[in-house]
């Protein structure tokens, strides 16, 4: 069955470093595009990255864009995302999931979620 | 950027009864639009995709019906388990940029 195990996640002082993984499982990992999206304490979802199968594209969205960067090995069937000049307001849950459809646009398949607190 | 606006922002409904949630699109996303389920402390869960395709073992109870900019999820007869936030999805840009809509939760009467 597929499984998204994402880890990596913690407490971070405002203006510094973080890379979340996203190990991937029961099924063909290169063949999929993926997504991020995180979610703040109480709030409701918002679209991180996402990046196609092969790593060839990878789009951001306009509140993490040049400061977020995400990546994949598929020799390790994992996921990335290294997280730069990270803010109080990128404190969220992290979501790894498996994209699908137009754009690799919706999400089939989602992780149980890691843990990003920013605060000094 | 597309904002997706749903409502109600919360619904009350009694088990065996039907919900209707309303998702609005500040443009059109044609079909290119998803809905989630999610329950306290879990992750996001697929109901449907392409306006109105159910998901792997979604039962059918839920719909999705709509295209352009007005879409709707249908759950016929709740059920205990349906009691949930529900969030709509486009993802019909290019370049790509998802955006969610902000939910609607679904409350027992």
């Known amino acids: 069955q597929v499984q998204l195990v994402e880890s990596g996640g913690g407490v971070v002082q405002p203006g510094r470093s973080l890379r979340l993984s996203c190990a991937a499982s029961g099924f063909r990992f290169s063949n999929y595009g993926m997504q991020w999206v995180r979610q703040a304490p109480g709030k409701g979802l918002e679209w991180v990255a996402v990046i196609w199968s092969d790593g060839s594209n990878k789009f951001y969205g306009d509140s993490v864009k040049g400061r977020f960067t995400m990546s994949r090995d598929n020799s390790q069937n994992t996921l990335y995302l290294q997280m730069n000049s990270l803010r109080a307001e990128d404190t969220a849950v992290y979501y790894c999931?498996?994209?699908?459809?137009?754009?690799?646009?919706?999400?089939?398949?989602w992780g149980q979620g890691t843990l990003v607190t920013v605060s000094s | 950027e597309i904002v997706m606006t749903q409502s109600p922002a919360t619904v009350s409904v009694s088990p065996g009864e039907r919900a209707t949630l309303s998702c609005r699109a500040s443009q059109s996303v044609s079909n290119n639009l998803a809905w989630y389920q999610q329950k306290p402390g879990q992750a996001p869960r697929l109901l449907i995709y392409g306006a109105s395709t159910r998901a792997t073992d979604v039962p059918a109870r839920f719909s999705g019906s709509g295209s352009g900019t007005e879409f709707t999820l249908t759950i016929s007869s709740l059920q205990s388990e349906d009691f949930a936030i529900y969030y709509c999805q486009q993802y019909n840009k290019w370049p790509p940029r998802v955006t969610f809509g902000g939910g609607t939760k679904v409350e027992i009467k």
């Open positions: 999931a498996r994209a699908n459809g137009l754009n690799h646009g919706y999400c089939d398949y």
